[in-house]
């Protein structure tokens, strides 16, 4: 079966710092993965994914993920934050049928 | 396209009273997704249909859970009788196809309170 960890609830960080968000996952099938970023009061976005090539994907807005099958993790990471970035990110896994199970979530808070 | 719309946005209401919640999917895709966000469960998928027609609901809770999609351009969930613990953002999502390279599109959700 497929599950994913994202290992922090909360992450507070000051504008223009950097920024990781952990997620690890398990599947012991072909593995596809995925950040989705949730702002206030609406539905989630996709943000980035990894289906196969390359193992670091890039977002429109600065982002990017890397996939590593050895440590089973996909964090995500940004090197300068703003405050438009404070919102909730969920990573997901799927398989090839295309079912997403989600992670709890992260609670990003970028302060001035 | 407008998006996927959901409605009501916000529904209020008390144990044992039938909960509605409808949705639009974007035009031309041809699977639709419900899912439910809780703080303990975080987001689950609910049942997801192809053409109208339902696939998979191992998702659903029991059997006060239901879903339709009449047509294309509508589904709704209903739950019969709610129960405080139903209370939940529910997310309606919509896609071409069910294969990894189709994304899922969001509705804004419809937050549910049973008191």
């Known amino acids: 079966a497929q599950s994913v960890t994202q290992l922090d609830s909360q992450v507070p960080v000051f504008e223009e710092a950097p920024v990781e968000l952990r997620c690890n996952y398990s599947s012991s099938v072909s593995v596809y993965l995925f950040w989705y970023v949730q702002y206030p009061n609406q539905g989630l976005q996709l943000l980035l994914k990894y289906l196969s090539g390359s193992t670091l994907v890039e977002s429109i807005n600065g982002f990017e993920a890397e996939f590593n099958k050895s440590q089973t993790s996909f964090h995500l990471r940004k090197p300068s934050v703003h405050i438009s970035d404070t919102a909730e990110y969920f990573c997901a896994v799927s398989d090839r049928v295309g079912k997403l199970i989600f992670g709890q979530g992260t609670e990003l808070s970028v302060k001035p | 396209d407008a998006g996927v719309i959901q409605s009501p946005r916000h529904e209020v209401t008390e144990m044992g009273q039938e909960v509605t919640l409808r949705c639009k999917p974007i035009?031309?895709?041809?699977?639709l997704f419900w899912y439910r966000q809780t703080m303990m469960r975080g987001l689950e998928l609910l049942i997801y249909f192809n053409n109208n027609v339902p696939i998979d609901d191992s998702g659903m809770p029991e059997d006060r859970f239901s879903a339709k999609m009449p047509n294309a351009s509508f589904s709704t969930l209903k739950i019969q009788p709610s129960e405080p613990r139903d209370s939940a953002v529910y997310f309606c999502?919509?896609?071409?196809?069910?294969?990894?390279?189709?994304?899922?599109?969001f509705g804004p959700g419809t937050r549910l309170t049973v008191l």
């Open positions: 999502a919509s896609s071409l196809g069910l294969a990894v390279y189709n994304e899922q599109f």
């Open positions: 035009s031309g895709h041809d699977y």
